[in-house]
């Protein structure tokens, strides 16, 4: 299936990380030219180091009793190489060793850096064997992520994710490109709504995403003033494939 996509994005592809050793330096540069880097990887990938690793407990930290109760095995598993994939790209953020950074949670389950890392935001997606980290030194950062052959209705989920405009565009598309389009919307307004803090708390049919003439992805309508709360100008957003296998979308909000 085709990944509707614009034509021109502000935001680089994500950086492809196989395990712990990196490599970091492209993710330190990236950080150090744009503010923000945002990192994916598989699980299987980072598992054996992350399970080997004697400093697997410490550095899971608070999230250790979760690790252990989690029932599934690939769910434990997956759960493991996520926060240490988050720790070691925020380590890189922060130029810091990766044992000495705090991961706690705020509204929603939201992972936040505490301590010497709270002047970093974080944001973690995956789907499948993918896990996508966004960190950004500049202000937020959402990320989020879909299979591109998710197999999802159409039907059912417009009225969950498109405003009253967004629908209407979906209906004139040709039935084959109307799954992808509605991916690429699922995943900016999760990334977006992420971003502010407020994850499922806000309605997506509220707020609405299109191109400008650049090719660029701009918010285009707020049905009330919550979702009205940003101006549009001042986020950045992109949807890359990744792997040709994930819908991977990104918003970030430069601080003034």
Same mark, same amino acid.
């Given at each position: 299936?085709? =990944? +509707?996509?614009?034509?021109?994005?502000?935001?680089? !592809?994500?950086?492809?990380?196989? %395990?712990?050793?990196? #490599?970091?330096?492209?993710?330190?540069?990236?950080?150090?030219?744009? %503010?923000? !880097?945002?990192?994916? +990887?598989?699980?299987?990938?980072? =598992?054996? !180091?992350?399970?080997?690793?004697?400093?697997?407990?410490?550095?899971?930290?608070?999230?250790? #009793?979760?690790?252990?109760?989690?029932?599934?095995?690939? $769910?434990?598993?997956?759960?493991?190489?996520?926060?240490?994939?988050?720790?070691? +790209?925020? /380590?890189?953020?922060?130029?810091? #060793?990766?044992?000495?950074?705090?991961?706690?949670?705020?509204?929603?389950?939201?992972?936040?850096?505490?301590?010497?890392?709270? %002047?970093?935001?974080?944001?973690?997606?995956? +789907?499948?064997?993918?896990?996508?980290?966004?960190?950004?030194?500049?202000?937020?950062?959402?990320?989020?992520?879909?299979?591109?052959?998710?197999?999802?209705?159409?039907? @059912?989920?417009?009225?969950?994710?498109?405003?009253?405009?967004?629908? !209407?565009?979906?209906? /004139?598309?040709?039935?084959?490109?109307?799954?992808?389009?509605?991916?690429? @919307?699922?995943?900016?307004?999760?990334?977006?709504?992420?971003?502010?803090?407020?994850? $499922?708390?806000?309605?997506?049919?509220?707020?609405?995403?299109?191109?400008?003439?650049?090719?660029?992805?701009? @918010?285009?309508?707020?049905?009330?003033?919550?979702?009205?709360? #940003?101006? /549009?100008?001042?986020?950045?957003?992109?949807?890359?494939?990744?792997?040709?296998?994930?819908?991977?979308?990104?918003?970030?909000?430069?601080?003034?």
């Amino acid at each position: 299936m085709a =990944l +509707t996509r614009p034509a021109a994005e502000a935001l680089e !592809a994500p950086l492809y990380v196989p %395990g712990p050793e990196g #490599p970091w330096d492209e993710v330190g540069d990236r950080l150090d030219d744009a %503010g923000r !880097a945002v990192v994916c +990887t598989t699980w299987g990938q980072w =598992l054996t !180091a992350v399970l080997l690793d004697p400093a697997l407990r410490p550095l899971l930290g608070e999230d250790w #009793p979760r690790f252990r109760q989690t029932p599934a095995a690939a $769910g434990r598993m997956r759960f493991a190489v996520s926060r240490f994939v988050v720790k070691y +790209t925020a /380590a890189t953020a922060l130029d810091v #060793p990766v044992d000495t950074l705090d991961l706690g949670y705020g509204p929603g389950g939201r992972p936040v850096l505490r301590g010497q890392g709270s %002047g970093v935001e974080v944001s973690l997606a995956h +789907t499948g064997e993918l896990i996508v980290v966004g960190v950004s030194r500049t202000g937020p950062i959402g990320v989020d992520a879909e299979p591109v052959d998710r197999d999802i209705s159409v039907g @059912l989920l417009r009225g969950h994710v498109c405003t009253a405009q967004e629908g !209407a565009v979906l209906d /004139a598309l040709p039935e084959d490109e109307r799954r992808a389009r509605l991916l690429w @919307l699922w995943t900016l307004k999760e990334a977006y709504t992420k971003a502010l803090g407020h994850g $499922g708390r806000r309605r997506f049919s509220t707020f609405g995403f299109g191109l400008d003439g650049g090719g660029r992805v701009v @918010l285009t309508e707020a049905a009330d003033a919550q979702a009205a709360e #940003p101006v /549009a100008g001042e986020w950045s957003f992109a949807t890359h494939l990744v792997q040709d296998r994930y819908v991977v979308s990104e918003a970030h909000r430069p601080r003034p």
